[in-house]
């Protein structure tokens, strides 16, 4: 399975759009890249799947350019309840999600 | 329709007990997982049940820890004995699946398992 990277933290303000980068490059060709949030004493969330282009839903869009090494996951105007750790997933035909670290994003009033 | 749940949501044993852990997936979906997270570390993989077979279980840490999923319905994780660094989060995941595409999971909120 495909080893992500993303950054460690990020912090953000009250309405902001987030970006959230992670990279990917030994994707394969059929991976699908995932997205999932966990709140603290909670399982994670799905919140976005994609394989290529964009995919937007009521939550979050996800940017997956042509060559599908790298994805953006985008959080339109957070708010303080987005304060959560985000992790990108690469998972083929398996089942199996392998976890990172993850991106703990702060959210400050 | 009701999520994934677990029970329970807290266990503490000492060191050699015995503690059984329950998954109850939602209804419907075949595919059920189990997996922890240990102190300051990531979440790992433990093992894929679809239906009632194993059809994954390259997680499972060693022979202390049998999973079952009787009826293909709710799992448990059975640790005998436990051990201190069995310690951690156990989480326990569901999805359907539909033309060899694995769909996302839907966890549950996970038992906080801790050995003395």
């Known amino acids: 399975l495909a080893k992500t990277t993303q950054p460690i933290s990020m912090d953000s303000y009250e309405g902001q759009e987030v970006n959230i980068t992670c990279s990917h490059n030994?994707?394969?060709?059929?991976?699908?890249i995932t997205w999932y949030q966990q709140f603290p004493s909670q399982g994670p969330r799905f919140i976005i799947q994609?394989?290529?282009t964009k995919v937007t839903n009521e939550v979050a869009s996800l940017f997956i350019p042509a060559d599908r090494k790298s994805s953006t996951l985008s959080l339109p105007r957070v708010s303080l309840s987005d304060t959560a750790v985000y992790y990108c997933?690469?998972?083929?035909?398996?089942?199996?999600?392998?976890f990172g670290q993850g991106t703990t994003l702060q959210v400050k009033p | 329709e009701a999520g994934v749940t677990q029970f329970p949501s807290h266990s503490v044993i000492e060191k050699g007990q015995t503690v059984t852990l329950r998954c109850d997936p939602i209804?419907?979906?075949?595919?059920l997982y189990w997996y922890r997270r240990v102190m300051g570390k990531e979440i790992k993989f433990l093992l894929h049940?679809?239906?009632?077979?194993?059809?994954?279980e390259s997680g499972m840490p060693n022979n202390r820890f049998l999973a079952e999923r009787t009826g293909g319905t709710y799992s448990t994780l059975k640790v005998q004995p436990a051990e201190l660094e069995d310690s951690g989060v156990y989480f326990c995941?569901?999805?359907?699946?539909?033309?060899?595409?694995?769909?996302?999971?839907?966890f549950g909120p996970g038992t906080r398992l801790t050995v003395t």
């Open positions: 049940f679809v239906k009632e077979s194993k059809q994954d």
């Open positions: 995941a569901s999805s359907h699946q539909t033309s060899g595409r694995y769909y996302e999971q839907y």
């Open positions: 997933l690469v998972s083929g035909n398996t089942g199996k999600l392998i």
């Open positions: 994609g394989y290529k």
């Open positions: 030994n994707i394969a060709t059929n991976d699908y």
């Open positions: 209804s419907g979906h075949d595919n």
